[in-house]
T-cell receptor, first 114, second 114 residues
Framework: AQSVAQPEDQVNVAEGNPLTVKCTYS??????LFWYVQYPNRGLQFLLK??????LVKGSYGFEAEFNKSQTSFHLKKPSALVSDSALYFC????????????FGTGTRLKVLA | DVKVTQSSRYLVKRTGEKVFLECVQD?????MFWYRQDPGLGLRLIYF???????EKGDIPEGYSVSREKKERFSLILESASTNQTSMYLC?????????????FGPGTRLTVT
């Protein structure tokens, strides 16, 4: 079965420091991977995706993610965190088993401290 | 910009009531999804639809049904609301275009069943 794991419920980082939010996945075949962000009382917003190509993917708001096939990871990164980056972040993988389903991780709450 | 709208942001219903949640998207997307979001559990797929009048069960369909009579509209129905259906409900849509698999989410409906 395909799955996504976000091992950290919460990540705290000081403003201006680099941040990493971790995601590992388990799929059969080539993965389609996504990161979404959710601000309080809002729906999820798409940040970036990996379909194929370069392992380093750049997305919205200065975020990037590195696809690592050998470690089955897709960690979200940003070189310099902002207080406004504080939100709930979800990693997701698209089911490649012939359906249009997506599997989401449980979410990681990022708190950027001023 | 893609817009996904949901009929209510907040809803309070009584146990046993029939509840309708409506979702409309304006980008002619083929696929539409209903999720529920609970703390610590991430997003769980209730139902999805890949075409008008087509529907597929997700991971937690019990107690729910759906309707898709028009391409832009996807309704979630709670036949007899129960307190364990108190949750945040998120609608999403996506295209089948292989270059653009990301989902677009509505703002969510926070349903409380008393």
């Amino acid at each position: 079965a395909q799955s996504v794991a976000q091992p950290e419920d919460q990540v705290n980082v000081a403003e201006g420091n680099p941040l990493t939010v971790k995601c590992t996945y388990s799929v059969s075949g080539n993965p389609y991977l996504f990161w979404y962000v959710q601000y309080p009382n809002r729906g999820l917003q798409f940040l970036l995706k990996y379909i194929t190509g370069d392992n380093l993917v750049k997305g919205s708001y200065g975020f990037e993610a590195e696809f690592n096939k050998s470690q089955t990871s897709f960690h979200l990164k940003k070189p310099s965190a902002l207080v406004s980056d504080s939100a709930l972040y979800f990693c997701a993988v698209r089911d490649m088993g012939g359906t249009y389903k997506y599997i989401f991780g449980t979410g990681t709450r990022l708190k950027v401290l001023a | 910009d893609v817009k996904v709208t949901q009929s209510s942001r907040y809803l309070v219903k009584r146990t046993g009531e029939k509840v309708f949640l409506e979702c409309v998207q304006d980008m002619d997307h083929e696929n539409m999804f209903w999720y529920r979001q609970d703390p610590g559990l991430g997003l769980r797929l209730i139902y999805f639809s890949y075409d008008v009048k087509m529907k597929e069960k997700g991971d937690i369909p019990e107690g729910y049904s759906v309707s898709r009579e028009k391409k832009e509209r996807f309704s979630l129905i709670l036949e007899s609301a129960s307190t364990n259906q108190t949750s945040m409900y998120l609608c999403a849509s996506s295209t089948r275009d292989s270059s653009s698999y990301e989902q677009y989410f509505g703002p969510g409906t926070r349903l409380t069943v008393t």
